[in-house]
């Protein structure tokens, strides 16, 4: 019962507000090298050229930082057979950095999971999104919500 009721708040969320996200999605999909779109997903770069709003805060030297260790780690990140196992060698390999918290670790590997036709199939809690889930009454002191809907993270 619970679910049905947030299943149906997240497609009315995804109906008026899913088209951004879908976008920036794709342009991660689309680009023409795996190297460019990792480039991008670390530095949290938007198809404008801008900075995410979500990274926005975070030093420069650390998206840098970011960008250098995930292109050193690439062809691992190539073998991620889930966004599950994906998620975590990107915070294997990024979170230690100084600067890089736990939302630029699901914001990275949302977009790289995008370049290789991979995404979450539950709501990953992260600063703002437990919140959410707080709020909601729902497992906030988890690491993840068993959903199915990406756009329930963004509600969150």
């Not at 009315?12 to 680009?31: C, N, T, V, W």
């Not at 590997?109 to 709501?123: I, M, N, T, Y």
Request: glycine content about 6%; hydrophobic content about 40%.
């Amino acid at each position: 019962m619970e679910s049905d009721r947030l299943r149906a708040i997240a497609a009315d969320y995804q109906q008026r507000h899913g088209r951004p996200a879908a976008k920036e999605l794709r342009h991660f999909r689309i680009l023409p090298t795996d190297e460019e779109a990792i480039s991008k997903a670390a530095l949290a770069q938007l198809p404008t050229g801008k900075r995410h709003r979500h990274q926005y805060r975070i030093p420069p030297a650390a998206l840098q930082e970011s960008e250098r260790r995930l292109l050193d780690n690439l062809p691992g990140l190539r073998q991620a057979e889930s966004f599950d196992h994906l998620f975590e060698l990107i915070a294997a390999i990024i979170q230690p950095i100084r600067g890089i918290g736990e939302l630029a670790v699901y914001d990275t590997a949302l977009r790289v999971g995008a370049r290789f036709g991979l995404e979450p199939s539950k709501v990953y809690l992260h600063a703002c999104t437990r919140l959410g889930a707080k709020a909601l009454g729902l497992a906030w002191r988890n690491a993840t919500l068993e959903l199915t809907a990406r756009e329930l993270e963004d509600l969150l």
